[in-house]
């Protein structure tokens, strides 16, 4: 899997005209391009790629680890300054037009790598995002691997949710995808009940859950680097008609974005089918934030379903795109309905299982 996506890496270096390109992730900066590039885990490395050789300079903790996760790199320990190692690379492999991520490269690494490293910088205006857009058959079992756990794992916790903390649940929730292989969370877990439910974002808390309320689990587990994103809303016992409605009229959105979710459709018009329901039962103004995103290596990654039509892409098989609607109501409560899918050849497939229609514990 690595492997083809560095030598799809390369074609494009070849297609650009450039010489080599730069990826650049000590422990300052994000790790999942390089971890996508070169199948690397540790926590700081630099990679130098041209369109014929790859090399990972790292530090002493993890030479030998990236000989055995890094195989087709040549593995070179960077060195007291790893500029001057970078340096020595490009002059030996006679490297002048360089790419760099400028998107991620604090300007002071930048003006002291032009000090140190004679070359011809040029951004690489997302290179790597854009192969990572569509997702291999490893990197979508890896998805849904992570997507199973994460739904075993509610299916266990949540029958005993009532009289927990939200903070004692979401842990029970943690534990669960833990035991059952997640090598990490994908992302701080939301358990949020009642009137807290209007924050989209709101931390666990020490509040009990109570019968008769709205509890929302947004959550994940990650495997072999990728992540799952799902977000669950209950009713933990009968609730009123308003919080009913509310639950209904999202659950609606969600479906009908989910179906709006095929390849040749734009992320936009997702985001569009979903927040059309919930402006027409008079919520719009309720729901605050972008309909859904690309998951993967990271948890937010492109293409992003929102109204923002400079973010929006046509959906191609092999995408991944969460849809997940909310209405949030200060003081009253709120409702997210949130599925990972990832499109098909005719549509989309679901990866997170949970039904998300009004459902009372
Ligand atoms: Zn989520
Ligand atoms: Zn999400």
Known sequence: ?????????QERLRVAELDAALIAAPETLPATNLRYLSGFTGSSAYLLVTPERAWLLTDGRYVEQA?????????????????ET??????????????????????AMYKAWRDQIPAIWRPLRRMVEDLRL????????????????????????????????ERELALALEWGMRRRGAEALAFPSIVVAGERGAWPHAQPSDRR??????????????????????????????????????????????????????????????????????????????????????????????????????LDVVLAP???????????????????LE???????????RLTRWPKTFQVL
């Open 1 to 9: 899997m690595t492997t083809s996506a560095l030598a799809r890496f």
């Open 67 to 83: 000989r055995v996760e890094s195989p087709a790199f040549e593995v070179v320990p960077q060195g007291r300054q790893v500029a």
């Open 86 to 107: 970078i340096a020595a690379l490009c002059q030996e492999a006679r490297i002048a037009k360089l790419g760099f991520e400028a998107d991620k490269v604090p300007h």
């Open 134 to 165: 569509v997702k291999t058959p490893e990197e979508i079992a890896a998805i849904r691997e992570a997507a199973a756990i994460a739904d075993d794992a509610l299916a266990e916790v949540l029958p005993q949710a009532v009289g927990q903390s």
């Open 209 to 310: 859950i109570q019968p008769g309320e709205l509890l929302i689990l947004d959550f994940g587990a990650q495997v072999r680097g990728y992540k799952s994103d799902e977000t669950v809303t209950v009713a933990t016992g009968p609730v009123s008609e308003e919080l009913r409605r509310l639950v209904d009229i999202v659950a609606e959105a969600q479906a009908r974005g989910i179906e709006a979710a095929r390849p040749g459709a734009t992320a936009g018009s997702v985001d569009a089918a979903a927040r059309s329901v919930i402006e027409r039962a008079g919520y719009g103004a309720a729901f605050g934030h972008g309909t859904g995103h690309g998951v993967g290596l990271d948890i937010h990654e492109a293409p992003y379903a929102g109204p923002n039509p400079q």
């Open 318 to 336: 092999g995408m991944t795109l969460t849809v997940e609607p909310g209405i949030y109501l200060p003081g009253l409560g709120g409702c997210r």
């Open 339 to 349: 599925d990972t899918l990832v499109i098909t050849e005719t549509g989309a497939e």
